[in-house]
């Protein structure tokens, strides 16, 4: 299979039929040796994280805009776009491939259309460059509605810092598992094989490796002795800090990276419960527990209607892992910018509401909830807890760790903070 033109047909069900690029992905890469699955990735995430500026050079060599059925030749086009400014593919190498890829994609007649467009963008590459480098929506690659949010949520230099940090690539994240070594014994075991990584002042479980591997050449994987998550995503576990003794209830769980860290910090719970809405990828927080030899009580059902799966006694912690735009981890998805609307929004935030409201009443006086979110936008984040403490006079924000010198009781985390994703975290108290 040319891998060239399993990037056009993967990009072409992305963007045009709206599939995420996670489902589509993994699929096409399982026969393919290890060297084409790299590629195949770099590719398609690279397009997607430059579709805007690759789509004007296009237009700018092209009469007639690719559509209907041809329109996979139109992303085949653009994979050699990518190849030829953000790779080192020897150019003729880079052409040679993609033209090769139109008679994989059924479209031998027109190889010497694509191969006349490639050869044209080489000759007029630095001025076509020129041109895209003076229109901010070609530097900074996001939908203008996402453009409009974050320069009203932070200004427009904040904004651009943003978006500039989005469109880099996510270093690859390690939580030690505290159950089986502390992160020293471990980054020990990183050396002896050869993977270096640095540790995370903020977390004491986090490691950052320095280049991405195989998660099966991690020492002690298939054993649980580490995962993968990112460093924001491992603070929850922390903020949450449930005691031993306690109920605790992960909502919206799957795929349960944050379920299994806190029955890793704490193995004295009473019990923990994780709650999904989508039965499939509740099949994913079972099997991160399988791995990693912990217990839970897996529930398939509605987080904003909690009484329709839990009759049991009311909660000591409650992690509320809300659904989101995940405008936080777009250098880690950037088909996110491309499938997400403006429209969304609004719906997302009521979502948030009815749950947010619905795990409140399955708190315990005293007990604790975190809000979470992988969000960057202002409506999901501070403004949702700001409308939900007016609503609610038995709840206050507390300080999110002991260890934590903030002045603010919430804390939201932006792309590239600490090599960080983008998060937010609340922490709101019920009172006796």
Known sequence: MNVRALAAKILNQVVEQGQSLSNVL???????????????????YGVLRTLPRLDFFCRSLMDKALKGKQRDLHFLILVGFYQLLYTRIPSHAAVGETVNGAKELKKQALKGMVNGVLRNFLREQESLVEK???????????????????????????????????????????????????????????????????????????????????????????????????????????????QAGDLVLDACAAPGGKTVHVLELQADIKQMVAVDADAK?????????????????????????????????????????????????????????????????????????????ALWDKLKPGGVLLYATCSILPDENDLQIQDFLASKPDAALIPLAAQDNMHSKSRQILPNENAMDGFYYAKLQKSL
């Open 26 to 44: 993994p699929p096409a890469q399982q026969d393919l040796s290890p060297k084409d699955k790299a590629l195949l990735q770099v590719l398609c």
């Open 132 to 242: 895209a480098d003076q229109q901010p929506a070609l530097v900074y690659c996001h939908p203008s509605w996402l453009v409009k949010r974050l320069q009203a949520g932070y200004g427009d230099e904040l904004a651009a810092q943003i978006m500039h940090n989005n469109n880099q690539q996510a270093p690859m994240w390690l939580r030690v598992n505290a159950l089986h070594h502390t992160r020293e014994q471990y980054l020990a075991l990183l050396n002896d094989a050869g993977l270096l990584s640095f540790s995370a002042e903020f977390n004491e479980n986090a490691l950052r490796l320095e280049k991405a591997t195989d998660v099966y050449k991690l020492p002690g994987f298939a054993e649980g002795w580490v995962s993968v998550q990112d460093g924001a995503a491992q603070l929850a576990a922390h903020y949450l800090d449930a």
């Open 281 to 357: 990828r509740l099949i994913r927080v079972q099997e991160n527990l399988d791995r990693l030899k912990l217990n839970a009580t897996v529930i398939h059902g509605d987080a904003s209607q909690p009484g329709s799966w839990w009759h049991g006694e009311l909660f000591d912690r409650i992690l509320c892992d809300a659904p989101c735009s995940a405008t936080g981890v777009i250098r880690r998805h950037p088909d996110i910018r491309w499938l997400r609307r403006d429209s969304d929004i609004a719906g997302l935030v009521t979502l948030q509401k009815q749950i947010l409201h």
